[in-house]
């Protein structure tokens, strides 16, 4: 390859890497954020945000005395005005179903619980696309991989010499691929 191609290589090189870096970026950062928040699912909910408020009836029922009427009183008493549906789990209970909350009563202590769920701002909508989980979208997960690969590959191409991959690049590839094949050797995969 003569100097002048190695530069205009170098050139086109360097512009798809920052075009197709720049093209990339927001999503880079929802899946960065998105993976964290699943990552951690186990230690709380990355979707939904549920609020638990304890409530206190004026005095005890009896499961006779719940009608349409009771049931819209308690409504009341946590601001919902429509329920959707209400059962009798077990005798002396009421439960209550809104859109998106539900009241949970003891008829016999007076005694219960309202619960809301709301979706986590940002983090509900990067986790649908995390997860792959609106028609469609697959196929722009599948483009955002792509330049996922384009960003890396012309990304070792953009510095020279000592700097670049045939100086302390190879060592920086080198420790970045011990991590995965350490934990998948201890793993015995």
Not at 31 to 48: E, M, T
Request: with cysteine.
């Amino acid at each position: 390859m003569g100097m002048w191609q190695l530069g205009n290589f170098r050139s086109l090189n360097a512009a798809a890497h920052r075009d197709v870096g720049y093209f990339c970026s927001a999503l880079i950062i929802t899946y960065c954020v998105s993976g964290v928040a699943l990552n951690h699912k186990d230690d709380w909910n990355p979707d939904f945000v549920i609020t638990r408020v304890p409530i206190r009836l004026d005095r005890t029922y009896s499961t006779a005395e719940i009608d349409d009427k009771a049931i819209a009183a308690f409504g009341r008493l946590v601001g919902e005005r429509d329920y959707k549906v209400y059962d009798s789990p077990v005798e002396g209970q009421v439960k209550i179903y809104y859109d998106n909350a539900s009241l949970h009563l003891h008829l016999t202590t007076a005694q219960g619980v309202y619960e809301r769920v709301s979706k986590r701002a940002l983090f509900y909508q990067s986790n649908v696309l995390h997860r792959n989980s609106v028609a469609g979208w697959r196929w722009a997960s599948d483009v955002f991989a792509i330049g996922l690969v384009l960003i890396n590959v012309t990304g070792l191409f953009v510095l020279r010499g000592k700097q670049g991959i045939s100086g302390r690049g190879k060592w920086l590839i080198a420790i970045g691929l011990a991590p995965p094949l350490i934990v998948l050797a201890i793993q015995g995969l």
